[in-house]
């Protein structure tokens, strides 16, 4: 079993070339999706009413007051340009008390810039609601503003160990998202060694080798972990202190995660495996499959945005939704042991079945 | 030493291999002769437990090996029709690959290696990458890889496709070398008549499945013995003249050859005034015609009414 691992070892790192380019696209996706290095990301406005200057002062600042989005006053045609040839992901048409997102994608930030603008203008509903019933509307507005500024009862809401709660960061669930998508490519192509070795009549060498059936599966998923594994922890490591992207203090769990995905995420791809007849077909049909399963489980968005139950159960169906509620938990939420072990259960669960059902497909063919 | 009994295979219904009784003997050199298709490799792959039989057996010394084929693994070496080789790896790195899993003890690993490197003659490309070899000296670290471990029985599928006719002399040397000087059993498969009539004491036809024919090279050839082997070299050829030809009582077996044709006639049957008389009808010059003695390829001619490489 060591030394077909060894010779998997040997063959890749003479022609490394895959993994690097594998590694740099996860690396460059992350930072031009979350627009280089934890930037706020811009966002362009504009007003096209008669008043157009007055709605854009008016909201601009209120648009700013929190979140890591930048809101720039911008002139109409040249946010639209901006959003037609993609230089930007979304532009807001304000109006006196309403708006209107324009994009031309659903790029993950779309969502989150909505969310934003939309709970912006609410909040702003609401108190001028209140100040228009009032006999000094101005004094009204003033006080209200300086008591959501310093309430007198002030909510605080902390997490269940009592710490603070982390604010939500889009681009740290894009880097993981972009990292774990990267990881399930290699590790299909690194499973379907497996397939390519069998077509090549080195499985059969092996076969009449001392070397045990089980070994040799052992070691072709033992390897597919291990780059699996080592590719994505290397991935993150880079963020971490290199792009100084927060993670989180919980690497340790981080690993366990990884390793648990990784695992997971090789059972896939030996069912797929199983399932798929020739060496070619997988590589046309695999990489036609992966980039489906992070839209599904709502890798790219923010969590709760994908409500539909059928997309849910598609979802929950591969490990990289439960990897990523694991993941999440851990880095924005400061989740312990307890809050993972549920979705560590469920990939191992996605493992074990998947693992199962690909070798005995494999198996099948071969008889 | 190892034999098959009525061994058969069939694939979803479709009989591929059927009721092939093969017996080589300790250092015999047994060649299976067959065109492609013929149900050769499938019989090699039940002969080296890869694919289990629909009926029959494979018997080492006499105990059948079918339901546990450990015994037989230990001494056979297989050299499979495609390059079961890494390619990003070394010539020396795939030896010391297959070396370690054959369990190839570690104090006699290198040594093994130096050896079958020498015997195929690629000791000093040992450091290159197979995928910059040629095909010929891929095909020899083929065979080298499946020589490592000392095995009794060598088992070569078509060993010879696809390369240069030098590559092609140097294989069949070594072969026929391991065979005269380690007393190796070979069983060597071929579509190529020329490389079994060189290399093999015995040989077995094996055509749709079967095993037609069966003998040394004599015996093979004593099927032949009541006819004659003619090569007529013609200006030109139409379909005509040879189901004229075809259409003579005496003539066997009628088939192209480069440019004239190859006639297998009775013994002793004058047909030259009617193959002139023929010709002269059909406008076609005769320009060199010559007696043969039968060879393999004739015997295979004659059994199924084709050639070898139809």
């Known amino acids: 079993m060591i030394s077909v691992f060894l010779a998997q070892l040997v063959k890749e790192r003479r022609n490394p070339l895959l993994i690097i380019i594998f590694m740099a696209a996860s690396i460059g996706v992350t930072l031009i999706f979350t627009d280089g290095t934890q930037a706020p990301t811009s966002i362009s406005i504009f007003s096209e009413e008669d008043n157009a200057q007055a709605i854009e002062e008016k909201w601009e600042p209120l648009l700013n007051e929190e979140n890591n989005l930048k809101f720039i006053t911008t002139d109409p045609a040249e946010a639209r340009e901006d959003v037609q040839e993609g230089r930007s992901d979304a532009a807001v048409k304000l109006f006196e008390d309403d708006y209107q997102l324009i994009k031309t994608s659903n790029l993950p930030t779309v969502p989150y810039v909505e969310q934003h603008v939309r709970k912006v203008f609410e909040k702003e509903a609401y108190i001028q609601a209140a100040v228009e019933q009032a006999e000094d509307p101005d004094g009204l507005r003033t006080d209200i503003t300086t008591k959501l500024d310093d309430p007198p009862l002030k909510m605080e809401v902390v997490s269940t160990t009592g710490d603070e709660l982390s604010s939500y960061d889009m681009a740290t669930q894009l880097m993981f998202a972009f990292t774990l998508l990267v990881a399930m490519f290699i590790i299909g192509f690194r499973v379907n060694n497996i397939m390519k070795d069998k077509v090549y009549g080195l499985w059969d060498r092996m076969i009449l080798s001392p070397v045990s059936k089980t070994g040799m599966y052992a070691a072709y998923i033992a390897y597919a972990c291990f780059i699996g594994f080592v590719q994505t922890l290397s991935v993150i490591l880079i963020f971490k202190y290199v792009l100084n992207y927060d993670i989180g203090e919980r690497l340790d769990l981080l690993i366990i995660i990884i390793a648990f995905f990784t695992f997971s995420m090789v059972s896939v791809a030996t069912l797929l495996t199983g399932i798929i007849k020739k060496p070619e077909q997988f590589y046309a049909v695999y990489p036609s499959v992966i980039p489906i399963i992070p839209l599904i489980s709502g890798a790219y968005m923010m969590p709760g945005t994908i409500n539909n139950r059928v997309l849910i159960f598609i979802g929950d169906l591969f490990p990289l939704s439960h990897a990523m509620d694991a993941i999440l938990s851990v880095v924005m939420h400061d989740g312990t042991w307890s809050d993972i072990t549920q979705p560590l259960i469920l990939m191992i669960l996605i493992g074990v079945i998947a693992m199962g059902i690909g070798i005995n497909l494999v198996e099948r063919r071969s008889n | ?310």
């Open chain 2, 1 to 310: 030493m190892i034999e098959t009994i009525q061994l058969s295979k069939a694939f979803k219904g479709k009989t591929v291999v059927e009721d092939v009784d093969l017996y080589l003997d300790k250092g015999e050199s047994v060649g299976l002769l067959g065109p492609n298709g013929a149900g050769k490799s499938t019989t090699i792959s039940m002969i080296s437990s890869l694919l289990k039989p629909t009926s029959g057996d494979v018997k080492l010394h006499g105990k059948s090996m079918i339901s546990n084929p450990s015994d037989l693994r230990k001494v056979l070496g297989v050299v499979p029709q495609e390059i079961a080789l890494y390619q990003e790896l070394t010539a020396y790195e795939n030896l010391k690959f297959f070396g370690r899993i054959y369990r190839v003890p570690k104090d006699q690993l290198e040594l093994r290696i130096q050896e079958t490197l020498e015997l195929v003659g690629l000791k000093d490309r040992q450091k290159d990458i197979i995928k910059t070899f040629s095909g010929g000296m891929k095909r020899r670290i083929n065979i080298a890889s499946a020589l490592l471990h000392n095995p009794s029985i060598l088992i070569l599928d078509e060993p010879t496709v696809g390369i240069d006719p030098q590559s092609r002399n140097y294989i069949l040397e070594m072969i026929r070398q391991l065979n005269e000087n380690s007393q190796t059993t070979v069983l060597y498969t071929s579509h190529y008549m020329e490389e079994v009539e060189q290399l093999c004491n015995r040989v077995y036809i094996m055509d749709h499945g079967k095993v037609i024919a069966s003998g040394t090279h004599s015996e093979l050839l004593s099927i032949l013995s009541n006819e004659d082997t003619m090569r007529v070299q013609l200006n030109q050829i139409h379909d005509n003249f040879i189901n004229a030809i075809q259409n003579i009582d005496v003539v066997r077996q009628v088939e192209e050859s480069g440019d004239g044709i190859k006639i297998i006639a009775q013994k002793s049957a004058n047909i030259i005034s009617t193959l002139v008389r023929i010709a002269d009808q059909e406008n076609i010059k005769i320009l060199n015609f010559q007696m043969e003695n039968p060879s393999l390829e004739d015997v295979f001619l004659h059994l199924t009414g084709r050639t070898l490489r139809d």
